[in-house]
């Protein structure tokens, strides 16, 4: 990141009390691999979201005596590597989506031409029934196609919307500094 970048990146402090709470101390990972608390995740996250597209830097601050605790560049890679985990995941979440909606597609498909392959096969009178009939099998036939649709028009993108901003975190430019 140029020096122009780094001062029109908005900073976003994270105080912290303690070291571990930056942490999910379930994880039993090594320091650079751990995955962020929930809180310090959901923090980052939302306060990139309400940036939208500006430039972020995030600003660690700790007490001195926690900053002992592990090297300013194992904080920085762990948080990168946290964000880097979590847009691998909306990306294998993004393809399972799409694999999910072709399936749909074909069985929608399948679906749809049956039904309308079962209005043509109906007899064609003035019978009340028999035009609800076919009418049903026509509504139901297309109905069945939501699915798919839904994936194809509006399923996938919020994920990869997801996974470019987890994607961008995992760049960020991150501050270790004494709390004063």
Do not use: Q
């Amino acid at each position: 990141m140029s020096d122009t970048d780094k001062h029109e990146a908005v900073a976003v402090e994270l105080r912290l009390d303690r070291l571990a709470r930056l942490y999910n101390t379930l994880d039993p990972s090594p320091f650079r691999d751990k995955e962020l608390d929930a809180a310090a995740d959901d923090y980052i996250v939302g306060s990139a979201e309400d940036l939208g597209g500006k430039p972020m830097r995030l600003v660690v601050l700790l007490s001195e005596p926690e900053m002992r605790l592990a090297s300013k560049s194992d904080i920085v890679d762990s948080i990168r590597n946290h964000f880097s985990w979590r847009a691998d995941a909306e990306l294998r979440r993004l393809h399972s989506e799409l694999r999910r909606g072709r399936r749909s597609l074909l069985i929608g498909m399948v679906f749809l031409i049956s039904c309308l392959v079962a209005r043509e096969l109906v007899e064609t009178s003035s019978s009340p029934l028999e035009r609800i009939l076919r009418e049903s099998l026509l509504i139901v036939g297309w109905v069945a196609m939501w699915g798919p649709l839904e994936v194809f028009l509006y399923g996938w993108w919020p994920i990869a919307v997801r996974r470019r901003l987890f994607a961008r975190l995992s760049h960020i430019e991150v501050e270790v500094r004494p709390l004063t």
